[in-house]
């Protein structure tokens, strides 16, 4: 009877839920309660909850043995000891509900096993709380883009989370949990009605869902396909958008952020007055029939067509000696997005293009000819209209030259008239390298000729676009004329030489020099002469006359006067002072500047003078001088005075050489040095140095390094300790002996000599020898065997591999080794190492057949 009594009261607490629902739970908890009466009873008892509302709590609970009924107290855990509520239940019910709860209240249920008389025999405890009270209605609902909801609502006092039902056209579609408000409910159908309502969860249950509240999400947003039919346009198309009624457009120009929007009830548009060349950001919306907004569209970044390429300026180039060519250059737009491609063509056939430039050549280009030239500018959108220009190329050059009969100095020059010239030139150059340029509108031309000269003539017809190619060229030559540039120089003591531009028509020169006391004449078929025997510091009358067959002599030429060097000084003597010499000599000549020069076979040193003596000071060491005088006037130099000889201190020696002796030893010899006492001799490389200081010319030195270049250097020390640094030729060790020879046979009576070598760029030589024979091989740079055939077995043969030096020879250095080859047959059989000593000394052989 409590068991039903229980029952009716639990289907009322329920009356708030679904019918089937309540039908479900209902036949869960009467599955659980007959299962529980026949389980085997325990002596101790346990309780469990089954199930909390805002209202009511379900408890469970173990059978005890000889109860013969349950009570069930609640009090809130705040107040444990002042109950709120009580429930008896039989001694066979082993589940049972409190009602009259509070919502969203902590309260602690204990459970007693009563006997006979309502003895207590086992008790237990649990706490839980009740579900929190039934929720408002969502408070709003927003379709933020048409595949989610953002909802809001009160938050419940004590919930921990929150569930909301989602139920679509065809019935509940899921629940879904939230933690926080705003919610946002995703993965829904654009603009579809959706039914929500929520319910508030706490630890110990969820309450019942609140009213439903009906909402739509917007239109989907449409899918854009852009392109650019113009330079200032763009077209944007979409597929429909069921059920939208119109559309807005929007396209953002990057960079400016300037914004144009258009509306339409069509799935298309053209949007025109656009920048050229300029990327615009586009998205599109769509208006459903209540006039709310849909889904916006991805953006989609589009560029306009580039614009028509504007200051075009052609011109007529010949790039790096090449065919000449268009130069086609426009206005390079530097806020233009993205590459733009320039394409360049003419109706002669002729086209270019350039990426992100300015300019490009149409080439190969032709005189008189006449180009229609179309610039278009393009990117990924599409290409521009074109930029038409014509443009008229260099004529080509005049022919048909006439030279008409020279009256005195002029002659006149004609030609055929040229298409599309505007203008002639004619360039007139001589042989004395003049030029003279006749410029005219006609045909003809009119220009001085000169004698003695030869004339070579080019006409040029020019435009516009430039000048015409060079055409024939004639040449003509006058009577000779008097030779100009006459240059006198001397060239020793007593010579002169006379120097002169070639007069053009001369076979012949006669060149005369004359002073008071002789003539000395000179002829010769080239513009120069040399005149000899000439006294010295005498001034000479100097002509040069031209001749040929034809016209004979022209003496009408000018003359020239030239003094003669001066004389040589004499008596030269010299006086030692404490810091140098000083020098003097006796002269004759009429005005003369002097300069002493010391030569030394190292050096040489110079003092000047208008007078008769002159000082030389700090003068090195270690030399023997040969001091003269030389007089110097405008006219030129004489003659040294004889020398007079000066010593001075020791210096290095003169000759240093460097002998290799043996790989890792080095002989340095030096020749005799002039007040030097004792040297210290120093080879440095980056691998090491040695030195060494002796008073003889030798010096034996260790340590050296194979295959290595030295600096080689000295310090020469006098008695006194005064010393002289002294630099000599590097010095290249010989190359590294190999390591790991090794002989292996090579097949009948060949062997094969293997080796390793830390230079690639040394001949290696192999000797190999015994008492009765002699063999040898070489292997080119880098190689590292090489084969010897012919070899008579049974015999101990001595090898050795040595690099070859740049002159041939084998370094001697490397060490010999010593091979016994066996006989198999008539062949070679075993070769065994026996090392580098005697074949009476022990030693390991080494197995090295094959």
Not at 8 to 14: A, N, P
Not at 99 to 111: E, I
Not at 151 to 161: N, R
Not at 399 to 418: K, R
Request: hydrophobic content about 30%.
């Amino acid at each position: 009877m409590r068991f039903l009594v229980y029952m009716s009261s639990w289907r009322r607490q329920w009356t708030e839920e679904p019918t089937n629902r309540q039908e479900m739970k209902l036949l869960q908890v009467l599955a659980l309660v007959f299962t529980c009466s026949r389980t085997v009873s325990s002596s101790d008892l346990s309780v469990t909850v089954f199930s909390t509302t805002s209202r009511s709590t379900i408890l469970r609970w173990t059978r005890v043995d000889n109860a013969q009924s349950y009570r069930i107290s609640v009090a809130k855990s705040s107040s444990p000891s002042s109950p709120v509520a009580f429930a008896m239940f039989g001694g066979n019910t082993v589940m049972g509900s409190v009602n009259s709860l509070s919502p969203n209240v902590l309260y602690t249920f204990t459970v007693e096993a009563l006997g006979q008389n309502r003895t207590p025999l086992d008790s237990a405890q649990i706490q839980t709380s009740t579900a929190p009270p039934v929720m408002d209605p969502l408070t709003t609902m927003k379709s933020q883009d048409s595949r989610s909801l953002t909802l809001g609502f009160e938050p419940q006092t004590g919930a921990s989370h929150y569930v909301v039902r989602i139920s679509g056209p065809s019935g509940l579609l899921r629940e879904e949990v939230v933690n926080s408000v705003p919610a946002v409910v995703q993965d829904l159908s654009p603009y579809t009605v959706y039914s929500l309502s929520i319910m508030a969860v706490n630890s110990g249950g969820q309450n019942q869902p609140s009213e439903s509240i009906t909402a739509r999400t917007v239109l989907a947003p449409p899918q854009l396909s852009t392109s650019s039919p113009s330079s200032n346009s763009i077209h944007v198309s979409w597929q429909p958008v069921d059920p939208a009624v119109s559309y807005t457009v929007t396209l953002v120009h990057v960079g400016s952020n300037s914004e144009v929007k258009q509306n339409t009830s069509y799935t298309n548009i053209t949007v025109s007055g656009l920048e050229a060349g300029a990327l615009y950001t586009i998205s599109a919306v769509s208006w459903d029939p209540e006039g709310r907004e849909g889904e916006p569209s991805a953006f989609i970044n589009q560029t306009t067509r580039p614009p028509t390429p504007s200051g075009i300026n052609i011109s007529v180039v010949q790039p790096h000696g090449g065919p000449a060519g268009l130069l086609v250059s426009w206005e390079h737009l530097e806020d233009l997005h993205g590459s733009v491609q320039y394409w360049v063509s003419s109706d002669q056939n002729l086209t270019c293009d350039s990426v992100d430039s300015d300019s490009c050549i149409l080439s190969p280009l032709d005189c008189g000819q006449v180009h229609n030239i179309h610039v278009v500018a393009s990117n990924p959108s599409g290409s521009s209209l074109p930029s038409v220009h014509d443009f008229i190329s260099y004529p080509c050059s005049p022919d048909s030259l006439v030279l008409e009969d020279p009256v005195e100095d002029e002659c006149a020059l004609t030609w055929a008239p040229v298409p599309h010239a505007e203008i002639y030139v004619v360039v007139i150059k001589r042989s004395d390298g003049s030029e003279e340029t006749c410029n005219t509108t006609d045909t003809n031309c009119t220009f001085t000729c000169g004698c003695g000269l030869t004339h070579l003539l080019s006409a040029y017809a020019q435009n516009d676009a430039g000048t015409s190619p060079a055409g024939p060229m004639l040449n003509f030559t006058k009577v000779p004329c008097c030779p100009e540039d006459v240059t006198i120089s001397g060239v020793s003591a007593d010579t002169i030489e006379v120097i002169w531009t070639a007069a053009r028509g001369a076979d012949l020169y006669e060149t005369r020099a004359v002073d008071s006391f002789e003539v000395i004449v000179c002829n010769d078929t080239a513009p120069v002469c040399a005149l000899s025997d000439l006294s010295c510091d005498q001034t000479y009358s100097f002509k040069v006359t031209p001749c040929n067959d034809i016209s004979g002599c022209n003496r009408a030429c000018p003359a020239h006067s030239r003094d003669t060097a001066p004389c040589s000084p004499t008596h030269l003597q010299l006086h030692h002072t404490s810091s140098g010499v000083s020098v003097s000599w006796n002269s004759t000549n009429r005005m003369a500047n002097f300069t002493v020069i010391a030569k030394s076979d190292e050096s040489t040193l110079t003092c000047t003078s208008d007078g008769d003596t002159c000082d030389i000071n700090d003068l090195p060491c270690g030399s023997i001088y040969h001091v003269s005088v030389m007089a110097t006037s405008g006219a030129g130099q004489s003659l040294p005075s004889f020398s007079e000889l000066l010593e001075t201190e020791p210096c290095c020696p003169q000759n240093l050489t460097v002998e290799q002796v043996t790989q890792a030893i080095t002989n340095v010899t030096w020749s005799p040095a002039r007040g030097a006492d004792s040297f210290r001799v120093a080879l440095t490389s980056s691998r090491g140095h040695a030195r060494c200081h002796t008073q003889d010319s030798h010096c034996l030195m260790g340590c050296i390094t194979c295959g290595t270049n030295y600096t080689v250097t000295m310090d020469a020390y006098s008695s006194s300790g005064r010393h002289a640094d002294c630099v000599y030729q590097g010095f290249s060790s010989s190359a590294c002996c190999p390591s790991g020879v090794r002989v292996y046979k090579n097949g009948g009576t060949s062997l094969r000599v293997l080796w390793r070598s830390s230079s690639s760029s040394s001949h290696m030589q192999v000797q190999m020898s015994s008492t009765s024979h002699n063999f040898s091989c070489s292997a080119s740079p880098g190689g590292s065997s090489c084969d010897i055939t012919g070899v008579q077995c049974g015999e101990v043969y001595t090898v050795l591999v040595a690099p070859v030096t740049a002159g041939g020879a084998v370094v001697p250095f490397c060490h010999h080794r010593l091979f016994s080859v066996t006989c198999s047959g008539s062949d070679v059989g075993t070769v065994s190492y026996r090392g580098k000593r005697s074949l009476n000394d022990s030693r390991i052989s080494e197995d090295l057949s094959s």
